[in-house]
C-alpha cells in the first residue's frame, strides 16, 4: 500500500507563521505535526509514501530527507493550489495502475485503531460525528452503515459524521477516472476540485465504501485548535527532560523542553512545548508553543503560539507571532 499525503496548502488560517514555514512543520507536542503521520504509518508497516508539495515546499522535502533518509518517498509539485482532488490527480503518473493507496491529509493527527482500518474489506474513509457538519465533507450513511453518499460542506446536512482527512482507496484507477472527468469537465466547487466530489462519483458507479470511526481527530488548521491539540497530545506522549539545562525553575507537567534549550527563574506550564536551543528567563508560560533559537526574557505568556528565531522581552501577553520577530512590549 502507498500513502498519499498532500503538504501543499498555504495555511492562510495559521500566518503569520506559514509566512515562513509550511503548516505540516508547526510542532506540536515536540515534533512537526508531519512527523506524527509519517511515523504512525511506519508503525503500521506502510513503507512507500508520495508527498504532494507546493507553498515551501522545498523546506517540507529537505525535512523529509534529513529525518526519514531511508523511507521510500517521491515527491509531486502542485503549482496551482486547485483542491486535494487535484492534488491526488497529479500522483497518478508515479503510482502503478492497480494500486491501494492511503490518503491522510498532512495538517491532520489521528488517534485510530490503524490495523483495523488497513484491513478494511472495502475501500474505507475516516469519520467522526461533529457538532456543526457545515464546515467539513460528511458522510451519509444506509441501514447497514456502507457510506451511500459524500457531500463537501452541505448547508443542510444530511449526516453528522464528518470526514477527516483518512482515506484508504483499493479502487485507486477509479479514483483518478473520476478526478480526471471532473477536471476535463471543469467540475468545481468553490473553484477547487474536492477529492469528495470524485469519492461521491466512485459510490455513483457502484464502488462500496464502509465508514471507519476514529477516536480522535485532530485538525491542526488554526491556533487555537492547535494549542489544544499539543495539549492534547503532551498528555499521551513520554516527556524528556533536560535537568541540566533548568536553573531554579518551577515545572507543571505536561511540558516538552527541546535540546539545547536553558530556562532560568521561569515557571513553565502546563500544555506548554518549547523548541531546541531556544533561551527562557523570568518567564511564566502556559498553554504555549515557542519556537527554537528563540529568547524570551522578563515576560507572562498565555494560549501564545511563537515562531523560531524570535526575541520578546516584557510583559503578559497572549500572542500569536511569526519566525524571525522582535518584539519589545516593556
Known amino acids: 500500500m502507498i500513502a498519499i499525503i498532500p503538504v501543499?496548502?498555504?495555511?492562510?488560517?495559521?500566518?503569520?507563521?506559514?509566512?515562513?514555514?509550511?503548516?505540516?512543520l508547526i510542532p506540536v507536542a515536540g515534533k512537526p505535526i508531519l512527523a506524527f503521520i509519517v511515523d504512525q504509518l511506519l508503525e503500521n508497516d506502510i513503507r512507500e509514501f508520495v508527498f504532494v508539495i507546493g507553498y515551501l515546499g522545498e523546506k517540507i522535502k529537505e525535512y523529509l530527507d534529513e529525518t526519514y533518509p531511508n523511507i521510500k518517498k517521491s515527491y509531486v509539485v502542485q503549482e496551482n493550489r486547485?483542491?486535494?482532488?487535484?492534488?491526488?490527480?497529479?500522483?497518478?503518473?508515479i503510482i502503478p495502475k492497480n494500486s491501494e493507496v492511503l490518503i491522510v491529509l498532512g495538517d491532520t493527527i489521528l488517534d485510530v485503531d490503524w490495523k483495523s482500518f488497513l484491513q478494511s474489506k472495502n475501500s474505507a474513509l475516516g469519520v467522526k460525528k461533529v457538532n456543526d457538519p457545515r464546515k467539513f465533507g460528511v458522510a451519509v450513511f444506509d441501514e447497514n452503515d456502507n457510506i451511500i453518499q459524500v457531500i463537501e460542506k452541505p448547508t443542510i446536512p444530511k449526516s453528522n459524521m464528518a470526514l477527516v482527512g483518512l482515506y484508504k482507496i483499493k479502487e485507486f484507477d477509479s479514483l483518478i477516472k473520476c478526478i480526471d472527468y471532473n477536471i476535463k469537465n471543469n467540475i468545481r466547487n468553490k473553484n477547487e476540485f474536492y477529492l469528495t466530489d470524485a469519492l461521491q462519483g466512485m459510490i455513483v458507479r457502484g464502488i462500496k465504501m464502509e465508514g471507519f470511526k476514529v477516536d480522535n481527530w485532530y485538525d491542526c488548521g488554526q491556533k487555537e485548535i492547535l494549542l489544544k491539540t499539543n495539549a492534547l497530545l503532551l498528555k499521551k506522549r513520554r516527556q524528556p527532560t533536560y535537568k541540566k539545562n533548568l536553573h531554579n525553575c518551577i515545572i507543571n507537567p505536561p511540558v516538552f523542553i527541546g535540546k539545547n534549550t536553558v530556562i532560568k527563574n521561569s515557571i513553565i506550564g502546563p500544555n506548554v512545548t518549547i523548541g531546541d536551543d531556544t533561551s527562557i528567563c523570568d518567564a511564566i508560560i502556559r498553554d504555549s508553543i515557542i519556537g527554537n533559537y528563540t529568547k524570551l526574557n522578563d515576560v507572562v505568556l498565555f494560549n501564545s503560539l511563537v515562531g523560531s528565531d524570535s526575541l520578546i522581552w516584557g510583559s503578559s501577553q497572549s500572542l500569536n507571532i511569526g519566525d524571525n520577530t522582535e518584539l519589545d512590549l516593556r
Not at 8 to 21: D, F, K, V, W
Not at 82 to 93: D, M, N, R, V, Y
Open 8 to 24: 501543499a496548502g498555504a495555511g492562510t488560517q495559521l500566518r503569520p507563521h506559514t509566512y515562513t514555514q509550511p503548516k505540516s
Open 82 to 93: 486547485e483542491g486535494i482532488g487535484h492534488a491526488i490527480w497529479l500522483t497518478k503518473k
